[in-house]
DNA sequence: CCACAAATGATACAAAGTATCAGTTGCGGG
DNA sequence: CCCGCAACTGATACTTTGTATCATTTGTGG
């Protein structure tokens, strides 16, 4: 199988971890939604593309790229299920309408700075970051 | 009654809620946990306190909180459980370790430039962020 | 092409969160 | 001070989300 890998499988394939297709499933629901997606809706959509998937294995590769920093879980709404993001390289950015949950994304954030200090400070090594506003949308605001 | 309210009780009172013992005991458990908590704690701590309050008060409470902006949802490890900050006055930002899970806290953030530019740029109206950086800590680097 | 570890799907389970509803309680008006 | 009512509560039962287990399958290095 001569199949083109995308960066993202790649890194999977580095850190050793095997080419399946739950994962590689889960991978291009992913990429096709483009954005946030609920836990229940990688279920779905999974589902919708090979039904024989099973649950457990979601979850699993849920996990598993959460530890390969593929995907972040976030928060959008109140206490429910989380929301992953694909993280595309580095930056993705989000300002939320608290209202009607709009996501409008931005990437000029300007945080080099501020993280070079705090690497300086904690003694740490940063390698990214999580950005988020909360706000009302110039459509609520109405 | 004529019991001293914290500032974040008042601000539920003028928002119109009640002052309920299920509401001032969540607002106890938050207040003196000083962090970040989950809502499995917050059931555990609660009951300690008081183990006639209902599970579901809990949680809606929980609910009510987070838009009162009283606490703030977040996700610090993997795929579960919310963790629930209590927010201080607008900042309250973490620097996580990707391998050993342990979070620094800072507030030092000077996103107020960046805020007011979006503002500008998207005609929106911010009213809180959340900001993580991820990376490697000191002991975890060695 | 083989062998074996890694990963899978199925099933059954545990935990987290929610709907419902009768009973209780905080609080404003008399 | 107490009355009345809407808001809130606790209990229960339920749905949904996530996980442990395990026999079977599959990717991959040799």
Same mark, same amino acid.
């Given at each position: 199988?001569?199949?083109?890998? =995308?960066?993202?499988?790649?890194?999977?394939?580095?850190?050793?971890?095997?080419?399946?297709?739950?994962? $590689?499933?889960?991978?291009?629901? +992913? !990429?096709?939604?483009?954005?946030? @997606?609920?836990?229940?809706?990688?279920?779905?959509?999974?589902?919708? @593309?090979?039904?024989?998937? *099973?649950?457990? =294995?979601?979850?699993?590769?849920?996990?598993? +790229?959460?530890?390969?920093?593929?995907?972040?879980?976030?928060?959008?709404?109140? =206490? $429910?299920?989380?929301?992953?993001?694909?993280?595309?390289?580095?930056?993705?950015?989000? @300002?939320?309408?608290?209202?009607?949950?709009?996501?409008?994304? +931005?990437?000029?954030?300007?945080? =080099?700075? #501020?993280?070079?200090? #705090?690497?300086?400070?904690?003694?740490?090594?940063?390698?990214?970051?999580? #950005? !988020?506003?909360? *706000?009302?949308?110039?459509?609520?605001?109405?």
């Amino acid at each position: 199988m001569t199949e083109q890998l =995308s960066k993202r499988a790649r890194r999977m394939v580095d850190a050793g971890y095997k080419v399946t297709k739950a994962r $590689m499933t889960v991978l291009r629901v +992913f !990429e096709e939604s483009g954005g946030h @997606i609920t836990s229940k809706e990688v279920l779905e959509r999974v589902a919708a @593309i090979d039904e024989n998937i *099973g649950r457990a =294995s979601i979850f699993r590769t849920l996990d598993l +790229f959460t530890r390969l920093a593929i995907i972040r879980p976030t928060y959008i709404e109140t =206490s $429910m299920t989380p929301s992953y993001v694909l993280l595309p390289d580095g930056h993705h950015h989000h @300002i939320i309408c608290t209202n009607c949950d709009q996501v409008i994304e +931005f990437d000029n954030c300007d945080l =080099s700075d #501020l993280a070079h200090q #705090l690497e300086a400070e904690y003694g740490i090594e940063l390698t990214g970051h999580l #950005l !988020e506003f909360y *706000g009302i949308c110039k459509t609520c605001a109405v």
